[in-house]
Every structure is written in C-alpha cells, then in structure tokens.
C-alpha cells in the first residue's frame, strides 16, 4: 500500500487557500443578501409607483371611453338634426302649397253659398274640400310645431354636450400628464433596482423569490376559491381554439432558460402601451393585484382546474370576484413588474401547474 505525504508547508498552504476561498464566498453571499435587501426596498418604491400609474391610466381609459361615447352621441344628434331640418323644409313647402291654393279658391264666399243653395251637390263637395284642406293643414302645423320643439332641444343637447366634450379634453390632458409623470418617477426607481442587482446570483435569487411569491399568490386564491365553487367547464375541449390576451407579436418562452436554472412559465405578448388584454375565455377573477417581478396581475379561473394569468399589466379593469366574459377587455398593456417595454406576460396552468400557451392560443 503506497500512501503519499504533503510537506507540512504545502498543507498550510492549502489551508490558508481553503480559507481565503470560504472568505471570499462569504463576501460574495454578503453582497448577494445586500444587493437583495436593497432591491426588497426599491421594489416597494416601484410598487407604489406602478400604483399611482394604474389609476392615472384607468382614469384616462374611463375618460377616453366617455370621450368615445360623447363624439357618437354627437354624431348621432347632428343626424337627427339633418333630418328635422329636411323634415321643416318639406312641411313648409306643403304647407306653402296648401296656402297658395287656399288663396286660389278664395272666391268661395260662405254667406252666398249659404243663401243661394241652387247647386247643393257643388256646395257639399266645396264645404268637404274646406273641411279636408283645414285638417291636413291642422296636422302639418301640429307636426311642424312638434318638429321645432324637437330641434329646439336637439340643438340645446349638442351644445351641452360640446361643452361636456371639452371638460372631458381638459381632464383627459390632466389626468396624461399624471401619467407621464409616474412614468418618469417610475424610470428612475427602475434604474435604481436595476444598479442593485449587479451579479447573477442576486438575479437569480430575485426570479427565484418572484416565482415563489407567484405560486403562494396562486395557491391562496386558490383556497378562496375552493371555498365558493365555480360551475365552468375549464378548458379541455378548447386547445388551440382560445382567444389570443393581447394583439402583438409572441414571444415563444416557454420552458426556455430565463436565468441560470430558473425556466419561462409563459409567452410574452409585445404589444402597445394602453392596449387592451381580454379574457381568453369566461371565468371568474381570482386574483387582481400588485405582485413583484410581474407588477400588476390579474388571475381568471376557468374552472376544473384551468386558471389564466396576465401579468405586467399598466392597469386592472376588473377586481377580485368579478366574473369576466371570453374577449372582454380585463386589463391595460403595461411594463409594471420592473419591465423595460410595454408587454403582456401570459401564462395558462392546470391544477397550479404552467403549461405551454401556445398550444392553446389561437394564434
């Protein structure tokens, strides 16, 4: 048996080394758990920020919709409008017509005919003409007067909602310039979180405490739900056929490497700031909250056991309980979560497990 000996300085020399190495480790695990601690801190700042942008956006997107509605409501007035000025013009041409031959037959004296009823055949017919002629006449006037009374308040309906309109422009400005400004203190957080997490490892422990906080988020909603039972048919026999959450172009992550060893859960959708994101199917809401690393999220259950999220949201449309239908708009395309551009992160699990979207999007 041949057992070999280090010289006793070589094996000092290893431990000083081993111990330089654990020292160094520890540093790095110090900076690691700083880098974190701070980034814990920063990503509170981004939350209130990502929160105070949300509801400056679903106020302009309340606002845009009121200013939508206002511009057909005028349309529409200004139409009928046309049409009861068409309507005067033709009632007064008739009743122009009805005058001018009231004028024409005004020979008639009542007192002559009355006395000289030679011809009584010819004095029926003329008084049943006279008759006739004043009822058409009486009804033109009624609807003429109706006419006017009905443009009278057209006319005021439009200038009430042109005034309307403007309030609505004004606010619009107001509320835009809140946006914007939440967008610029939101930027200036990001690069903050963004300098704090300088190694890998502190990125990966931040995905890593993202993906935990998502799956606990999950599974409590999914207790709340279990507690009132929803009667959907979950979405088996809809594979390949569901409606796509956003218009844009799909990023196809799923189960790719993210960081390290931590995967893709979902697809990214790219797609326009303010842009709607619907429902992919009905359900009920379980989820409609601030969630770090995916910002604003709304999660619908589907029922038997299928869930959808959508997450980096600008703003939620819908809260916790509120039952949603396929294609209604649910949320506003965002970067909340600390993103860089706007998009939708989309995911679809069953039983609290994420499976490949695309399989199941129509897309």
């Known amino acids: 048996m041949f057992v070999c000996f280090l010289p006793f300085h070589a094996l ?3 431990k000083d080394e081993l111990q330089a190495l654990q020292k160094q480790i520890k540093q790095k695990q110090q ?9 814990k801190q920063l990503q509170n700042e ?12 679903k106020a302009l997107n309340k606002t845009e919709q009121a200013l939508k509605a206002n511009q057909q409501d005028q349309q529409t007035l200004k139409k009928r409008q046309g049409e009861i000025q068409r309507k005067l013009a033709q009632q007064q041409d008739t009743l122009a017509k009805q005058i001018r031959s009231a004028f024409m037959t005004g020979n008639y004296d009542y007192a002559k005919m009355l006395l000289n009823q030679e011809n009584a055949a010819k004095f029926e017919r003329t008084i049943t003409y006279y008759e006739y002629l004043n009822k058409a006449r009486r009804e033109i006037i009624d609807e003429f007067r109706q006419l006017g009374d009905e443009l009278v308040q057209v006319n005021l309906t439009l200038v009430e909602k042109q005034d309307s309109l403007q309030n609505l422009l004004d606010r619009q400005q107001a ?11 939101r930027e200036q957080t990001l690069t903050k979180l963004q300098s704090a997490i300088e190694t890998d490892a502190a990125k990966i422990e931040e995905l890593q405490a993202n993906e935990q906080n998502l799956r606990k988020a999950i599974t409590q909603a999914e207790r709340l739900a279990a507690q ?10 809809l594979k390949g056929k569901l409606l796509r959450p956003a218009q844009g172009q799909v990023r196809k992550l799923f189960g790719t490497k993210r960081q390290g060893q931590v995967r893709w859960k979902g697809i990214i959708v790219d797609a326009n700031a303010g842009n709607n994101v619907v429902a992919i199917h009905h359900g009920k809401v379980l989820y409609a909250d601030w969630l770090r690393g995916f910002g604003l ?4 259950d589907h029922g038997k056991g299928y869930m959808s999220l959508y997450g980096h949201n600008q703003a939620l449309l819908h809260q916790t309980g509120d039952t949603v239908s396929a294609g209604e708009p649910i949320a506003l395309v965002g970067q909340s979560g600390g993103q860089s551009s706007p998009n939708l992160y989309f995911e679809i699990r069953y039983k609290g497990d994420p499976i490949n979207p695309t399989q199941w999007l129509k897309l």
């Open 175 to 185: 509320q835009q310039a809140t946006l914007t400004q939440g967008l610029r203190n």
């Open 31 to 39: 900076q690691v758990a700083r880098q974190l601690v701070k980034a």
């Open 12 to 14: 000092g020399q290893s």
């Open 46 to 57: 981004l939350k209130q920020s990502e929160l105070k942008i949300a509801s400056a956006a």
């Open 297 to 300: 999220v709304i999660v619908v």
């Open 228 to 237: 009132k039972p929803t009667t959907f048919d979950g979405l088996a026999k």
